[in-house]
């Protein structure tokens, strides 16, 4: 199983960019496909998820980003608006799956910088 990510870039403050993640492979009974990212010097965090029965939003993005999610092509896309300094980040995409919940599957993460 590999998720590809792709989207990140440089943009200025209150531009926009839409991160895409797709999976190759078979995850068993998947549940979730989200975001995180991880700021210099800072723990990784959840920006958003979209699961089964749940879609959930980090109160950070809020009103800014949307999270939307293509079973038919095992894709997760993540639309930001109104980017801030403080988005700048490593985005990392994340599948959850398996009978137990136990698979945990990370991308390779993309870049984002928001230049203000």
């Known amino acids: 199983v590999q998720l590809q990510a792709s989207g990140g870039g440089l943009v200025q403050a209150g531009e926009s960019l839409t991160l895409s993640c797709s999976i190759s492979?078979?995850?068993?009974?998947?549940?979730?496909m989200g975001w995180y990212r991880q700021a210099p010097g800072k723990q990784r965090e959840l920006v958003a998820e979209?699961?089964?029965?749940?879609?959930r939003l980090s109160g950070s993005v809020k009103g800014r980003f949307t999270i939307s999610r293509d079973n038919a092509k095992s894709t997760v896309y993540l639309q930001m608006n109104n980017l801030k300094f403080e988005d700048t980040a490593v985005y990392y995409c994340?599948?959850?799956?398996?009978?137990?919940?136990?698979?945990?599957?990370w991308g390779q993460g993309t870049l984002v910088t928001v230049s203000s």
């Open positions: 994340n599948a959850k799956g398996g009978v137990f919940g136990q698979l945990n599957y």
């Open positions: 492979g078979t995850i068993v009974n998947l549940d979730a």
């Open positions: 979209y699961g089964d029965d749940r879609v």
